[in-house]
Nanobody, 119 residues
Framework: QVQLVESGGGLVQPGGSLRLSCEAS????????MNWVRQAPGKGLEWVSS????????YYADSVKGRFTISRDNAKNTVALQMDSLNSEDTAVYYC????????????WGRGTQVTVSS
């Protein structure tokens, strides 16, 4: 069974940091681009960050560039998102997403983890 399970969310004060992680199973992880996507309350999905299947290149939305860092460990089937200098606009449910690097119609979503930035 294909699974993407996010963890690491929670409540953090403005200016603080959190590290999210996503553990994948049920598919060949190294063949998939991995993404973090978030959804703020009452808003649509917003792409946050992507990393190539081999971990060689990473991309970020302008809103998080310089504050967030994506990484992956193909030996452990995990992808992480280090989030620093958090602010209230980062409050959202964060989803882990995988897309096959050739067959782009094959994609998987995690259930999400809540991140709340508040004092």
């Amino acid at each position: 069974q294909v699974q993407l399970v996010e963890s690491g969310g929670g409540l953090v004060q403005p200016g603080g940091s959190l590290r999210l992680s996503c553990e994948a199973s049920g598919f060949i992880f190294k063949y998939y681009y991995m993404n973090w996507v978030r959804q703020a309350p009452g808003k649509g999905l917003e792409w946050v960050s992507s990393i190539y299947n081999d971990g060689g290149m990473a991309y970020y939305a302008d809103s998080v560039k310089g504050r967030f860092t994506i990484s992956r460990d193909n030996a452990k089937n995990t992808v992480a998102l280090q989030m620093d200098s958090l602010n209230s606009e980062d409050t959202a449910v964060y989803y882990c997403h995988g897309r096959h690097f050739v067959r782009f119609t094959i994609e998987y979503w995690g259930r999400g983890t809540q991140v709340t930035v508040s004092s």
